[in-house]
């Protein structure tokens, strides 16, 4: 069974936790990508989605979904999105979409944040496999820069992204996160750091991870 075919998998199992005549939270990346496709067969059930990313919210559209800002919801009941890797507490790197600070505004409205993934982001700990994404206001570039290598980290400037907020990415190697709530409190702490790509603070809920032996829920 293929990459994609796992990602299918966790992505189906998530349309249990959907409930009727809610707004749904709905992430980014090709995982999330299944997720939509599959939410497409729930058009009639749902009211619409809050979408984490332009990408997303264009989707969603294609698949008949009303979409909403996050302006126009006070909460929501789940946020579904993926991960680049996840650790056994539920907490995650995201990021490499560059969608990272949508990501967090639209998981921080939710009452429960299931992430989907294949088995091969799963991880013992965070920046083991995926360098860590650090969305930066783009004045402030080199500044953050040296900051992150004085942390121990080897910032590289993601050529040729811009977020959907306008700014820039870093992507940091060789940077094992041995205390994830810490750093990203001290990340997000620098000047100039718009957020980073660690989900500590506001860590998934449910995992639903695609296998070859189908989808295997984690709560």
Known sequence: ?????MKKMAAQAALQYVKPDSIIGVGS???????IEALGTMRDQIKGAVAASKASEDLLKKQGIDVFSANEVSSLDIYVDGADEINP????????????TREKIVAALAKKFICI????KQVDVLGSTF?????VIPMARSQVA?????LGGSPEYREGVVTDNGNVILDVYHF??????????ELNNVA????NGIFALRAADIIIVGTPDGAKVIE
Request: charged fraction near 25%.
């Open 1 to 5: 069974m293929d990459q994609l075919e």
């Open 29 to 35: 990346g090709s995982t999330v990508n299944c997720f």
């Open 89 to 100: 507490q539920k907490m995650m790197i995201k990021g490499g979409g560059a969608a990272l």
């Open 117 to 120: 993934v294949d088995k091969s």
């Open 131 to 135: 360098a860590l994404p650090v969305e």
């Open 146 to 150: 040296r900051k992150l290598v004085a």
């Open 176 to 185: 094992p996160i041995m205390s994830p709530v810490e750093m990203e409190k």
């Open 192 to 195: 100039g750091v718009v957020t």
